[in-house]
């Protein structure tokens, strides 16, 4: 019942919740500096902010430079959990292509394999998009 009302609630709001170019650009820049400081569980609900908003989004390319960057897969795939598990079940699809582009650069395939898989989970409610398919197919095909 809840969910139902918050997605009303949204719907009827989306026309005024768009962002100015610089609000964007600041959670951009915020995402990984909140991450970087230990913030995680600050960031995981920024980000599902950010992915509840109308399009434009944020750009994702900073968040996803660091997330690559670290050493291991437990803030990635915090985060992408977070997102999973957020009542309103925002779509991750805005933040997939920079991330497993990232990932597909400069990680292991198991690495990459392991986000691009996340999303094709069968408890997963949104799936990937064909940008997305074309992505993980170039970068396979290129090794």
Request: charged share 15%; with cysteine.
């Amino acid at each position: 019942m809840r969910t139902r009302d918050c997605h009303a609630f949204l719907s009827t709001t989306a026309a005024a919740a768009t962002l100015s170019p610089s609000a964007l650009t600041s959670i951009s820049t915020l995402l990984p500096r909140l991450i970087s400081s230990g913030q995680l569980p600050v960031a995981s609900r920024l980000l599902s902010a950010s992915l509840l908003l109308p399009p434009p989004h944020p750009s994702f390319h900073p968040l996803s430079s660091l997330l690559s960057s670290l050493p291991d897969l437990t803030p990635t795939l915090s985060l992408l959990n977070s997102v999973r598990y957020h009542p309103l079940k925002p779509s991750p699809l805005p933040l997939f292509p920079p991330l497993l582009s990232s990932f597909l650069t400069s990680r292991s395939h198991k690495d990459s394999s392991k986000i691009f898989f996340w999303l094709c989970r069968p408890d997963s409610t949104h799936r990937p998009d064909e940008n997305v398919y074309h992505l993980a197919l170039r970068y396979t095909l290129q090794y």
